[in-house]
């Protein structure tokens, strides 16, 4: 079983629905966990952390089940610039030196 | 500010050739990280330094890999010799230090094929 997985898509979305996507890991003791964004040829970006008690920044809300090893990201009102590559990325110890991205969930928003 | 500079940013090099990467981090920043991504294996860590002294090389593919930082602005991934299957997009990434709140900024990528 791979480390930490994700649905590579696509997801074609229509502009301004709402879209989901989960992540699953399978080292419980992993410490904290991400989001990043990667656009097509270019180098991932920090989107968000994902804390257990779930956060929200802007349209974008993350959370965390420590119980099922599970995150999931959910977009509201996608725009067409949401486009891109989403990598779930978990810290399996204390070190950045730890980081286990998963493979990314590619999402298309379309006029 | 400037972020993560990496050089070349795209090279082309037959079999066997020796492929130098070059990265410069963020300027204060202690750590630095070399990853491989490729379709197949995703985004990969190869080694990472703190304070210019590697901590972890286990990601390192093979003996034809290696890493050096003999400073704190400037750190080399070389590959000799090249193969095939070493074509991929090398990012350089940095961060303040290894601690699991420091982000890490990535540079935009050296991407290599290797002919």
């Known amino acids: 079983r791979k480390e930490v997985e994700q649905d590579p898509g696509p997801f074609n979305v229509p502009e301004g629905a709402t879209v989901a996507f989960n992540c699953t890991y399978s080292n419980s003791a992993s410490q904290s966990f991400f989001w990043y964004r990667q656009d097509c040829r270019k180098e991932p970006k920090l989107l968000m952390s994902v804390y257990s008690s779930g956060n929200e920044d802007g349209r974008f809300t993350a959370q965390l089940n420590r119980a099922s090893q599970y995150i999931s990201l959910l977009i509201r009102d996608s725009k067409l610039s949401d486009s891109a590559t989403y990598l779930c990325v978990v810290n399996r110890g204390g070190s950045q030196g730890n980081l286990i991205f998963g493979k990314g969930t590619k999402l298309s928003v379309k006029p | 500010d400037a972020g993560v500079i990496q050089s070349p940013r795209h090279e082309v090099t037959e079999m066997g050739q020796e492929v130098t990467l070059r990265c410069k981090p963020i300027?204060?920043?202690?750590?630095l990280f070399w990853y491989r991504q490729t379709m197949m294996r995703g985004l990969e860590l190869l080694i990472y330094?703190?304070?210019?002294?590697?901590?972890?090389d286990s990601g390192m593919p093979e003996d034809r890999f290696s890493a050096k930082m003999p400073n704190a602005s400037f750190s080399t991934l070389k590959i000799q010799p090249s193969e095939p299957r070493d074509s991929a997009v090398y990012f350089c990434?940095?961060?303040?230090?290894?601690?699991?709140?420091?982000?890490?900024?990535f540079g935009e990528g050296s991407w290599l094929t290797v002919v």
């Open positions: 990434a940095s961060s303040q230090g290894l601690s699991s709140g420091n982000t890490i900024y």
């Open positions: 330094f703190n304070n210019n002294v590697p901590i972890d």
């Open positions: 300027s204060g920043h202690n750590s």
